[in-house]
């Protein structure tokens, strides 16, 4: 009996890509979603860092600006500033203000991605969106300038 050899061929590469297209689009899933956190720790960072170098009172806003001015696309539809605290109370503030000089204190960023991946979300059943979080924490390092004059 002679077999076809054509016909076993094909048969041979349809059952591989089987299992191989699969294999292949979680890979990309995978790699798209660990861009994805990499880039939400790195926000984060800057965010956290930007925020504990500027004045205590504007460190909130300087850490949403740098946020809202990352741009997202892709299967990452949105990053975006889950919580922000920090341990310098305003009497602390207060009491520096008058006459200058540093803060002790840290800042404390949490951001959080939103991703939709395509064959991860099929695998984890419809659980969409995947969302992931990152925390960044930094030490104060503004200056508060004294009054005029003053060195």
């Excluded at 297209?21 to 926000?43: Q, R, T, W």
């Amino acid at each position: 009996m002679k077999r076809n050899r054509v016909g076993t061929s094909l048969l041979e590469v349809v059952i591989a890509g089987i299992f191989l297209v699969p294999f292949i689009l979680m890979l990309v899933d995978g790699i798209v979603l660990g861009a994805a956190l990499a880039k939400n720790e790195s926000i984060c960072r800057e965010a956290a860092r930007q925020a504990s170098t500027s004045n205590p009172r504007d460190a909130r806003a300087k850490a949403e600006s740098v946020i809202k001015s990352v741009s997202v696309g892709g299967v990452v539809s949105g990053i975006e500033l889950a919580d922000f605290s920090s341990t310098i109370a305003t009497k602390d503030l207060q009491s520096v203000e008058p006459f200058g000089g540093s803060l002790r204190g840290t800042v404390t960023v949490r951001t959080d991605v939103v991703v939709h991946p395509l064959v991860i979300q099929w695998l984890f059943k419809g659980r969409t969106p995947l969302k992931f979080e990152s925390v960044q924490t930094f030490p104060f390092t503004y200056q508060m300038p004294g009054p005029l004059g003053a060195s």
